[in-house]
């Protein structure tokens, strides 16, 4: 069974540019959810979708958005590249089944953004 | 929103010690995971663990949802094991994981 994808590797933007990043959750998960591991901030959360929906979203501003599309994937735009939002960008997938019984996170191998 | 705590922030074993972590939460929780990242910045999933004791090989785990705190147990411990560990949560008000700070561990050979 595949695990969460995600895409590009790497990515090195200019300040201002925009970047997008891709996630294919694993089959079968209806759930994405996109994380930020900035140098010293640790793994805060950004986004959660759920069947194409936006669920919640963590404390960023407006030019972090994103979408998911009916076949479970996910993209993640960041407008306005700043020189902090240079960073290690994780996505991971989960089934869900209500907020009474959370089920486990399975998380891509991330994208990693540098803002020159 | 649920805060997490996570002890020592450091941890320096010689191969083949043992060890615990430890991590602490503020309010009760749907969700608890393990996980621990390695030098390329992979997340490996260790432990789904809300409550209750588990084991995978030379690891262990045991949270007691009720006090509020989980332990991960490391055994025979091999410079593999290097890396860092975080603990997360997610509470009723939906899935988003609340990452602890993490303990960061070296395994000397």
């Known amino acids: 069974e595949a695990g969460v994808t995600q895409s590009p590797t790497h990515l090195i933007k200019t300040r201002g540019q925009q970047a997008t990043l891709r996630c294919s959750p694993i089959?079968?998960?209806?759930?994405v959810y996109w994380y930020q591991q900035a140098l010293g901030l640790g793994l805060q959360f950004l986004l959660w979708y759920d069947e194409g929906e936006e669920r919640n979203r963590g404390n960023f501003p407006p030019r972090f958005s994103g979408r998911q599309f009916p076949n479970y994937s996910s993209e993640l735009n960041v407008n306005a590249l700043e020189l902090e939002d240079s960073a290690l960008y994780l996505c991971?997938?989960?089934?869900?089944?209500?907020?009474?019984?959370?089920?486990?996170?399975?998380f891509g191998d991330g994208t990693r953004l540098s803002i020159l | 929103g649920i805060q997490v705590e996570q002890s020592p922030p450091d941890l320096i074993l010689q191969e083949g010690a043992n060890s615990t972590l430890r991590c602490n939460f503020s309010?009760?929780?749907?969700?608890l995971q393990w996980f621990h990242q390695n030098p390329w910045g992979q997340l490996i999933n260790l432990f789904y663990?809300?409550?209750g004791t588990k084991q995978n090989g030379r690891l262990s785990a045991t949270t007691v949802a009720t006090e509020r705190y989980s332990l991960l147990y490391i055994s025979s411990s091999q410079t593999t094991d290097s890396g860092v560990y975080f603990c997360?949560?997610?509470?009723?008000?939906?899935?988003?994981?609340?990452f602890g700070g993490g303990t960061r561990l070296m395994v000397k050979p």
């Open positions: 089959s079968g998960h209806t759930s």
């Open positions: 997360a949560v997610a509470g009723d008000a939906g899935n988003m994981l609340t």
């Open positions: 663990i809300p409550s």
């Open positions: 309010d009760s929780v749907n969700n």
């Open positions: 991971a997938s989960s089934s869900w089944t209500g907020t009474d019984s959370n089920q486990p996170q399975h």
